[in-house]
């Protein structure tokens, strides 16, 4: 992989970077995307410093949902009767988008309540492959139009039993969600299977 580094004085240096595996383009375009959004302008030292600081929070991040979705778990395999677990609503309150209409917030609770538009959204999540995305009225479900749901299903030697998801305001980071929920669900496949 050829990096080309560009600095803020106009020094231009080529490095040749060998790699475990081999990147598809789209991916590379993501990466160099990612550090021109997030380094433009910053000394290696702050680049290193940031990096470090988003791996670290990602971790939190993942420990934080590998937690609530063993937990879910655990309370299926408890509760039979029950196909799906919803936790973590109560992290909505804290989302200022979202707090602050009382009324969407309400009907965003009812539909948690009622379980059976996710239901649906979590089955046509889990019939896809890898993380899907729901932004606002894409979900086709009205309490969600200014939510997004981030998803992905995990499977048991195999066959998928089940999705991981996120709910949040439309306007959530994106670029730390997707990886955490991706990453979660092979994770639980991992955990959950056979070895």
């Known amino acids: 992989m050829l990096l080309i580094i560009v600095t803020a004085d106009g020094d231009v240096q080529n490095r040749i970077l060998f790699t475990q595996r081999n990147y598809g383009p789209s991916e590379l375009i993501e990466a160099a995307n990612y550090l021109n959004q997030n380094c433009l302008g910053l000394d290696f030292d702050q680049v290193r410093a940031r990096v ?7 971790r939190m991040d993942m420990s934080e949902l590998m937690a609530a979705a063993l937990e ?4 299926a395999v408890a509760d039979t009767s029950t196909q799906y677990v919803i936790s973590g609503e109560r992290n909505l309150l804290g989302i200022e988008d979202l707090s602050s209409n009382m009324t969407r917030l309400r009907r965003l ?3 948690f309540e009622q379980r059976t538009g996710l239901a649906q959204l979590l089955e046509l999540s889990s019939r896809a492959e890898g993380v899907q ?4 009225g894409e979900s086709g479900i009205a309490p969600l139009d200014e ?11 195999g066959q ?8 949040g305001p439309t306007r959530m980071a994106y670029e730390r969600v997707i990886p955490i929920v991706d990453i979660t669900a092979k994770l639980l496949t991992s955990a959950l299977s056979a070895p």
């Not at 995305?133 to 606002?136: D, E, P, S, T």
């Not at 939510?147 to 030697?157: G, H, I, K, W």
């Not at 998928?160 to 709910?167: A, D």
């Open 52 to 58: 470090v600081e988003e791996l670290r929070q990602l």
């Open 72 to 75: 879910a778990g655990n309370q």
């Open 109 to 111: 609770f009812d539909l």
């Open 133 to 136: 995305v729901f932004i606002g």
């Open 147 to 157: 939510c997004s749901v981030v998803a992905a299903p995990y499977e048991v030697d």
């Open 160 to 167: 998928i039993v089940g999705t991981i998801g996120v709910i």
